[in-house]
């Protein structure tokens, strides 16, 4: 139990790095699993498509409860930093073959810019599935960055027309003019982090923006990106109350387009907020006001007609995130910038097997890896069948629709999900409990245990790596032989 607690602490930290918890460029990965596994799952055969995350690492000043890979510089030479990111996107993409091409069709992307070079990569095979610009600041960023950065991805690998782009923005660098520029970049969504609609509160958080201008900037991309458009919100700040929540929630709404992201506050250590509650200059949020918060949101959210598709994620009209939920539902993503991590398959070096990638962190050390090398990658570890399933595991159970039969076998074509959770233990405990569901849709959280799962996966996580343990090592016979292998034997 342990070890099974041990990772998913490292896990949760994935969970966190990922947008909708603020994108791979923001936490470590995670190390590798306690126990170890089977021979690799074998992965070359599935066609090389891919999510693609492009971390932009500056801001203008660093919140007082950020603990992300961000950095406040004095002066910054952006065309040395666009060509390393343009330079590190061709070579990942040549790495995973997303970027394998053969001359003929241009991809469709492309084809809206004419200047942007041919790939004919049939997208069934080889294509680049969303693009999401995190951070950071990637509004900071200018729309000709981002530009060159898209125009990369499209001369290298299919991009088709209609893939989601999502560039995240705060209010104090989103005005009308520079939305617009983005949106000609190539941009079609915005995750705008609004934070909070209170000044007193934006304050403590040390946002530059106020209230006002957070207003402005989302009515402004509402207008450019309409139903497409995303806000984040924090709750549980210091000295928050369940009145003032609720206050906020219903500004929120109000303002909100059709996606909106609500994410508890989490005291990081090392942080200027975590220290001021430390010290006792601001209060603690008890836990079961927490709690109430999160399930006041819920009911509200749902009640106006949004669906809680993930634990911080709700939408309406269908305009779902379908980048992130290519992490939730592991599929392959690439981390492009400092800090950024990804996981794919190396097909472009023979790989077979999925490979866990971070990158440099310091972004002047990363540039002179990717002048030197094409790429800046930091580490680089083959995820083992366990380490696989453990992510799996702790991604999907976040969503709404849980981890499929299907999904769960691509990972998995020895052990089902039912070999694994309906054998009795500690999985079908939860079930008969009304935390967990599993049938023939797959594994999921039912309402009430969405709202619980961390304290759960400790459970399905021991449970699975049991159930691994057993599959590798087969029943034996007092002499110590496989008792199979003495059964099949016997009938020969």
Excluded at 318 to 342: C, F, K, M, Q
Aim: glycine share 10%.
């Amino acid at each position: 139990m342990a070890a099974a607690r041990g990772w998913l602490r490292k896990v949760a930290a994935l969970a966190a790095a990922l947008p909708g918890g603020g994108g791979p460029g923001r936490a470590a990965a995670p190390g590798p699993a306690v126990e170890p596994a089977p021979e690799p799952v074998q992965q070359a055969a599935a066609p090389a498509t891919a999510a693609l995350y492009v971390h932009w690492p500056y801001c203008r000043k660093r919140c007082s409860y950020c603990n992300f890979n961000t950095y406040v510089v004095r002066a910054l030479d952006e065309a040395a930093v666009r060509a390393c990111l343009v330079r590190e996107a061709q070579t990942l993409l040549r790495l995973s073959q997303v970027h394998r091409c053969v001359s003929g069709v241009r991809s469709e992307w492309a084809l809206l810019r004419p200047s942007v070079p041919t790939c004919s990569s049939p997208p069934s095979a080889c294509s680049v599935s969303s693009v999401f610009f995190g951070g950071g600041t990637p509004s900071l960023a200018s729309p000709g960055t981002v530009a060159a950065v898209l125009e990369a991805v499209a001369g290298a690998a299919h991009l088709a027309a209609a893939a989601e782009v999502t560039l995240e923005a705060n209010p104090s660098s989103a005005s009308t003019s520079r939305l617009a520029g983005f949106r000609a970049a190539g941009v079609n969504r915005l995750s705008i982090g609004v934070q909070s609609l209170d000044d007193a509160e934006l304050r403590m958080l040390g946002r530059e923006h106020t209230a006002a201008e957070a207003r402005q900037a989302v009515e402004a991309a509402r207008g450019l990106f309409p139903g497409r458009t995303s806000m984040d919100l924090l709750f549980g700040l210091p000295g928050q109350s369940r009145d003032a929540w609720a206050q906020r929630l219903e500004a929120a709404l109000e303002l909100c387009d059709d996606h909106i992201s609500l994410y508890q506050l989490t005291l990081e250590r090392g942080t200027a907020l975590a220290a001021q509650v430390r010290g006792g200059a601001l209060p603690a949020p008890p836990q079961d006001l927490l709690a109430d918060m999160y399930e006041t949101a819920r009911n509200v959210l749902v009640a106006t007609g949004f669906r809680h598709y993930e634990v911080s994620n709700f939408a309406r009209k269908g305009a779902l995130s379908t980048h992130n939920l290519s992490y939730w539902r592991a599929d392959e993503y690439i981390g492009v910038g400092p800090g950024a991590h990804g996981r794919f398959v190396l097909r472009g070096e023979g790989g077979c097997s999925r490979e866990a990638r971070v990158q440099t962190l310091e972004p002047v050390t990363w540039m002179r890896e990717v002048q030197s090398h094409g790429h800046g990658t930091r580490s680089r570890a083959v995820l083992k069948p366990l380490e696989q399933l453990e992510e799996l595991l702790t991604l999907g159970l976040r969503t709404d629709e849980g981890i499929t039969h299907e999904r769960w076998g691509h990972f998995s074509p020895q052990l089902s999900l039912q070999d694994v959770f309906g054998e009795p233990g500690e999985a079908r405990a939860l079930q008969q409990s009304g935390w967990l569901v599993l049938d023939s849709g797959g594994l999921r959280c039912t309402w009430a245990g969405l709202a619980v799962l961390d304290s759960l996966l400790p459970d399905l996580l021991w449970q699975l790596q049991r159930a691994l343990g057993a599959a590798r090592c087969p029943p034996r016979d007092k002499e110590g032989r496989d008792a199979e292998a003495v059964s099949g034997n016997d009938g020969q």
